[in-house]
Structure formats: C-alpha cells, structure tokens
C-alpha cells in the first residue's frame, strides 16, 4: 500500500471477526515499531504480544475502551523503559511513534486495528503492569488491538486549515 494513502485511509477498527492473525502478519507489525524514531535514538520500547484469551478478557475487563479486544484475538502492549529514556515526555512520545507505525502497518497488510490508551492513567497502568508482571522499570504506554476487520469504514478527510499558523499563532 503506498504510504499516503495508508496514511489518509486508516480507521480505527472495533469489530473484529476473531479469525487469529498469522505469526508472519504479526511479526511484520511488530517491525513496523521498531522502525519509529526515537529521541536520542534511545529505543525505549518494549511490546508485549498478548493472545491468550483469559488474558485478553482481563485486559477488556478493566479498560473500558478496550472491550472488542477478545474477538480481536491479539493486543499488542507497548511499554517504555525509564532507565532507556528517563524524560517521561519523551517516552511516551517514542512509544506513540512506534504504536502508529504499527497502526499503519496492519492497515497496509489488510488488518484491522485501534490504539488504546493506558498512559496517564494510573488504574489502568497499574492493571496491566500487575497483569504482565511488568517490571518497575517498565511503564505501558498503550495497546493495539489487531485482527481481521469485521467492519469498513470510510475515508475522513480531517485536514482543517483552521489549525494552520503560519510563522506565528
């Protein structure tokens, strides 16, 4: 798939077929995050691949926005190492950079997927560090839920020129 229209045409998917995605498929997402930028080049990243189904009911079960993540079948945890990247800020921006790159990964290989959030909050990082067994070190940042789309979205086009400064605000 050529990257600006990857780009203009990736949706957030919340209904999945449950049909398990190949290890390939996986794989090649999971490269696709490990290819983000960093800052520093620190790679601060670490994901946790989850597709046992009592664990994926207990993750839907305390993220409310997480709830299509059984029939998914794979959620994919992406946490950041403070003692690779010690300012939070740039933690998290490294581990949203690799999240998208998953995204647009799975989108071109004909996956559906959606990001889910779980920093700042602390229920839900506590949760999932609890449910992991995440070392102290390790914070989760976020998840991507990914599997086969069960549902088509159309193309938004959320390109507002409104939100345009030029030289100064």
């Known amino acids: 798939m050529e990257v600006l229209n ?3 045409t990736r949706r957030s998917i919340r209904k999945y077929t449950g049909d398990v995605i190949s290890e390939d498929d996986l794989k090649l997402v999971l490269r696709a995050g490990f290819s983000a930028p960093s800052a520093h080049n620190y790679q601060p990243w670490h994901f946790v691949v989850v597709k046992d189904n009592a664990t994926l009911e207990q993750i839907a079960a305390v993220h409310t926005y997480a ?20 300012i939070t800020g740039f933690l998290v921006e490294d581990c949203s950079a690799a999240i998208q790159n998953m995204l647009l990964a799975a989108h071109g290989l004909g996956l559906g997927a959606v990001w889910c ?3 700042p909050v602390t229920k839900l990082t506590k949760s999932i560090s609890k449910l992991l067994d995440l070392p102290a070190n390790i914070t989760p940042i976020g998840m991507v839920v990914v599997g086969y789309s069960a549902e088509e979205k159309k193309e938004l086009d959320k390109y507002d020129e409104a939100k345009i400064h030029i030289e100064k605000w």
């Open 6 to 8: 990857a780009i203009f």
């Open 67 to 86: 709830k299509m993540l059984p029939q998914a079948g794979c959620g994919i945890i992406v946490c950041g190492d403070k003692e690779k990247q010690s």
């Open 117 to 119: 959030g779980l920093y």
